[in-house]
C-alpha cells in the first residue's frame, strides 16, 4: 500500500482548462448523429462561431448537401442546425474507408445575446453555411449622456 500526500489543489483543473470546458459546455453542443450519423465526423457537424460587430457569425461545413436538406430555427437564443445527407446506393462497391458524411445530423448552438430570429441572414457557398445573427438591442453597448451642472 503506498501513501501519497494530499494536495488541497490536487486535480484541480487550471484556470484556461476550467474556461474551455465551461465554453465547451455552454455554447458548442454538438448532437451525435442517429440513423447513418456523421461518416467520419462522428455525428459533429464541423462549426466556427465568433463575434463580428454587433452580431455573431455561425459557419458550419456541409460539404456536398443540398441546400434544401438544411433546416435552420432560432429558438430563445438557441440555433439548431439540422439536415439529411443522402445515403449512397451502389451494388457492388465494398468500401475501404468510408468517411462522407451520411444520414441525419443535428447542431446546437446557444447565442445568449441573439435577436430576433427574423433578423438573421443566411448564406450557403461552397459547402459552407453562413449565419449572421445580429445582438438584441439591449445586448448592444449605448453610451449614456453627462450632464454637465446640476
Not at 111 to 119: C, F, H, I, R, V
Not at 123 to 148: D, F, M, N, Q
Given at each position: 500500500?503506498?501513501?501519497?500526500?494530499?494536495?488541497?489543489?490536487?486535480?484541480?483543473?487550471?484556470?484556461?482548462?476550467?474556461f474551455?470546458h465551461?465554453?465547451?459546455?455552454?455554447?458548442?453542443?454538438?448532437m451525435?448523429g442517429f440513423?447513418?450519423?456523421?461518416?467520419?465526423?462522428?455525428?459533429?457537424?464541423?462549426?466556427?462561431?465568433?463575434?463580428?460587430?454587433?452580431?455573431?457569425?455561425?459557419?458550419?461545413?456541409?460539404?456536398?448537401?443540398?441546400?434544401?436538406?438544411?433546416?435552420?430555427?432560432?429558438?430563445?437564443?438557441t440555433?439548431?442546425?439540422?439536415?439529411?445527407?443522402?445515403?449512397?446506393t451502389?451494388?457492388?462497391?465494398?468500401?475501404?474507408?468510408?468517411?462522407?458524411?451520411?444520414?441525419?445530423?443535428?447542431?446546437?448552438?446557444?447565442?445568449?445575446?441573439?435577436?430576433?430570429?427574423?433578423?438573421?441572414?443566411?448564406?450557403?457557398?461552397?459547402?459552407?453555411?453562413?449565419?449572421?445573427?445580429?445582438?438584441?438591442?439591449?445586448?448592444?453597448?449605448?453610451?449614456?449622456?453627462?450632464?454637465?451642472?446640476?
Amino acid at each position: 500500500m503506498a501513501i501519497a500526500r494530499w494536495e488541497p489543489a490536487g486535480g484541480a483543473l487550471s484556470l484556461r482548462d476550467a474556461f474551455n470546458h465551461l465554453f465547451d459546455q455552454s455554447v458548442w453542443a454538438p448532437m451525435g448523429g442517429f440513423g447513418g450519423g456523421f461518416g467520419g465526423f462522428g455525428g459533429q457537424v464541423p462549426l466556427e462561431v465568433y463575434t463580428e460587430g454587433d452580431g455573431y457569425v455561425v459557419e458550419a461545413a456541409l460539404p456536398g448537401l443540398d441546400p434544401d436538406a438544411i433546416d435552420v430555427e432560432m429558438v430563445q437564443g438557441t440555433l439548431m442546425i439540422r439536415g439529411t445527407y443522402p445515403e449512397a446506393t451502389a451494388e457492388g462497391r465494398h468500401y475501404l474507408v468510408r468517411q462522407w458524411p451520411r444520414g441525419q445530423f443535428q447542431a446546437t448552438v446557444h447565442l445568449p445575446d441573439a435577436g430576433e430570429a427574423s433578423t438573421i441572414s443566411a448564406t450557403y457557398e461552397h459547402g459552407v453555411l453562413r449565419l449572421t445573427v445580429p445582438k438584441s438591442e439591449a445586448a448592444k453597448p449605448k453610451r449614456i449622456p453627462l450632464k454637465v451642472g446640476a
